[in-house]
């Protein structure tokens, strides 16, 4: 068959190859127009790009992880060289490794509570588990009436995600919304509290806060009931 020209698809090379006629036509064409079976060598895209401009591109996300590809480019509207679609600006974001991926949500650490808790870390780095069985761990956190504060992306890396830069500050407290602390330890969680008003706690200290998974189930339960008014957000985080 590879010599194609004096070839036509007659029953005996159908059932030869178990191919269908229309296949056998279409091969037998595009090895008459190319010489071959193979697909022929696509010319390589142009770039349209320079060196230049990448760093450009590079240079705006990285100064702000939250800018979408669409700021980006309205941004490049300043280099008249430059024309490039919203669609380009991604690509060349995802060439540089800066993935949108959903931020993560840490509380706003000011630079003397981070090194409080490096320090916490290294003065418990030799406890051991029953050291630990001793502490009962505590928490505060906020969930909203009206769903979440919504998901936030950013731009970043692989190992970036917990960078200052590539995570959302949280409020631990605001309208339309509900404060609750609760603890628990080795024996399990204990009860759970309503705070009224703005806890006066130290919510930034350098402590630990496993109890956090417990905050993502509550959160998981809320969103799926859907309470209307705040009566009803409290009851559904209890029974949580």
């Known amino acids: 068959m590879s010599k194609g020209k004096n070839i036509t698809p007659n029953q005996r090379i159908v059932k ?9 036509q279409n091969a037998i064409k595009h090895i008459n127009k190319f010489g071959m079976l193979e697909n022929a060598p696509r010319t390589p895209r142009k770039r349209n790009t320079t060196e230049r401009i990448d760093r450009i591109i590079r240079r705006l996300s990285e100064g702000n992880r939250r800018l979408t590809a669409r700021d980006i ?9 430059c024309s490039l679609s919203v669609r380009s600006i991604r690509r060349r974001l995802v060439e540089a490794g800066l993935n949108g991926r959903i931020a993560r949500k840490k509380p706003l650490v000011s630079l003397k509570n981070r090194r409080a808790r490096v320090a916490f870390a290294r003065e418990h780095l030799t406890w051991s588990t029953a050291d630990w069985t001793k502490v009962v761990f505590s928490d505060e956190s906020k969930f909203n009436l009206f769903g979440s504060d919504g998901k936030k992306y950013v731009r970043r890396r692989p190992g970036e995600e917990f960078l200052p830069k590539c995570t959302i500050p949280t409020i631990k407290h ?35 806060n496993p109890i956090v998974h417990l905050w993502n189930d509550a959160e998981k339960e809320v969103q799926r009931q859907k309470p209307s008014d705040i009566r009803e957000l409290e009851a559904v985080i209890k029974k949580a």
């Open 73 to 81: 480019y309205n941004e490049m509207k300043a280099y008249p060289e």
């Open 174 to 208: 605001g309208a339309g919304s509900v404060m609750v602390w609760a603890a628990f330890n080795r024996n399990g969680p204990g009860s759970l509290h309503i705070v009224e008003g703005i806890m006066d706690s130290t919510s930034y200290s350098p402590d630990l």
């Open 16 to 24: 030869k190859l178990e191919l269908s006629r229309c296949a056998i």
